[in-house]
């Protein structure tokens, strides 16, 4: 008898607990996707500016440059949260 209420209640936990892992891991992943969609934004925006700016005029002035410093920085920091896959294999930064 106390063996079944035991089983029992340690049976209802592991599926809550399964269940709420399972939703934190979901949640995990969706916020991933958005930060590799930010990401990817950054970078879309990196070379489009590059190559408005191929004289490099806009990049060496004073006011400008600070946009496109800030612009570099971010996606550097973006690029070193997430590890690039190669084909058959991955590296780690």
């Given at each position: 008898?106390?063996?079944?209420?035991?089983?029992t209640?340690?049976?209802?936990?592991?599926?809550?607990?399964?269940?709420?892992?399972?939703?934190?891991?979901?949640?995990?992943?969706?916020?991933?996707?958005?930060?590799?969609?930010?990401q990817?934004?950054?970078?879309?925006?990196?070379?489009?500016?590059?190559?408005?700016?191929?004289?490099?005029?806009?990049?060496?002035?004073?006011e400008?440059?600070?946009?496109?410093?800030?612009?570099?920085?971010?996606?550097?920091?973006?690029?070193?949260?997430?590890?690039?896959?190669?084909?058959?294999?991955?590296?780690?930064?």
């Amino acid at each position: 008898m106390l063996h079944t209420i035991l089983i029992t209640c340690l049976s209802i936990m592991l599926i809550f607990v399964g269940y709420l892992l399972y939703i934190a891991l979901r949640r995990i992943t969706q916020y991933e996707n958005y930060l590799i969609q930010f990401q990817q934004v950054i970078e879309f925006s990196t070379e489009r500016m590059k190559a408005v700016d191929s004289s490099g005029h806009y990049e060496a002035d004073d006011e400008t440059s600070f946009f496109f410093d800030q612009l570099k920085e971010l996606q550097l920091l973006l690029n070193e949260i997430f590890e690039e896959e190669q084909v058959g294999t991955t590296t780690e930064k």
